[in-house]
């Protein structure tokens, strides 16, 4: 993509839609750009499995649609409130010639976690990628207003859930198989009002570290994408107005990225093209240059 067509993404201020989280794509005006249109696909992935948490929106969906553009069958998870963005998720799948099969999976809970994983084989025969991406924040800014409840559900969702998933994949991981972590550029440099979000995308990166020392003589590479802000569903739904209006514009890039420009790190983490890389922590930060 030229820097000319760069441009052409949204920048603020962005309309203030109103929703609860975990927000919902379809109802948002300025909706998230998934579908690529300047990538080539090239069979990187044909004929393997793909297993996406959150795939219903955001980060999550696009992974989905490059994977089945890449050649995968693609299972995805996604809570009841985002049913209707899950069903453009398998829309968007058996568009490209692939199947889907939705699940709908709370990730803080080890047995819907193996379910989801069990189902997946069921289905279409074998798993060959997971991508660890559900996650909760909540801005919070003072720290004594954090509540413990609120840090308890952070943690069960956004890392004890990649713990969940992947525990319950290994089963099913053969030799080249590849697990992909969605981490985030305040897990390296922190966020004053996402304290509990921060380090649990700090615990994220420093798992994917350690997974992959501990697969690495079984051949399954681990690794973890790590963006900047990221124009998703959870902006509008649990940020506030000026905040969402604004959101991505102190990047050098002066915009937030569209999901679309994060999803090809997932598809390079998913490929033999990465065949030598495991326990990287790659981030994706809009002309920023400084993470940690």
Not at 31 to 41: H, K, L, Q, V
Not at 56 to 63: E, F, L, N, T
Not at 193 to 215: C, E, M, P, R, W
């Amino acid at each position: 993509m030229t820097q000319a067509q760069s441009n052409k993404y949204p920048r603020p201020p962005f309309p203030v839609d109103e929703m609860e989280p975990p927000g919902q794509e379809h109802k948002m005006s300025e909706p998230p750009r998934y579908e690529a249109p300047n990538y080539r696909p090239a069979g990187k992935v044909k004929g393997r499995v793909a297993l996406v948490t959150g795939g219903d929106s955001g980060i999550g969906r696009a992974v989905a649609y490059l994977y089945a553009r890449e050649g995968a069958d693609v299972a995805f998870t996604y809570l009841t409130p985002e049913k209707q963005d899950a069903e453009e998720t398998c829309r968007a799948i058996e568009s490209a010639g692939q199947r889907a099969l939705a699940l709908n999976v709370d990730v803080s809970d080890p047995n819907q976690c193996a379910r989801a994983v069990s189902d997946t084989v069921e289905r279409f025969g074998k798993l060959d990628i997971l991508v660890n991406n559900a996650a909760f924040q909540n801005h919070v800014e003072r720290f004594e207003d954090l509540d413990p409840n609120q840090w308890r559900k952070t943690f069960t969702t956004n890392i004890d859930g990649y713990f969940y998933m992947a525990q319950a994949a290994l089963k099913h991981l053969a030799e080249g198989s590849t697990i992909i972590n969605t981490g985030s550029i305040t897990g390296l440099e922190g966020s004053s009002a996402l304290i509990d979000y921060s380090a649990t995308k700090g615990a994220i990166h420093a798992f994917t570290k350690a997974l992959a020392q501990n697969l690495v003589r079984r051949k399954i590479r681990v690794n973890c994408v790590a963006p900047g802000p990221v124009w998703t569903p959870l902006n509008p739904a649990e940020r506030d107005a000026e905040s969402t209006r604004n959101f991505g514009k102190k990047t050098p890039y002066g915009r937030p990225a569209q999901p679309e420009e994060i999803s090809p790190a997932f598809v390079f983490f998913a490929s033999q093209d990465s065949s030598y890389i495991t326990g990287e922590v790659l981030t994706l930060l809009g002309g920023e240059t400084r993470a940690g």
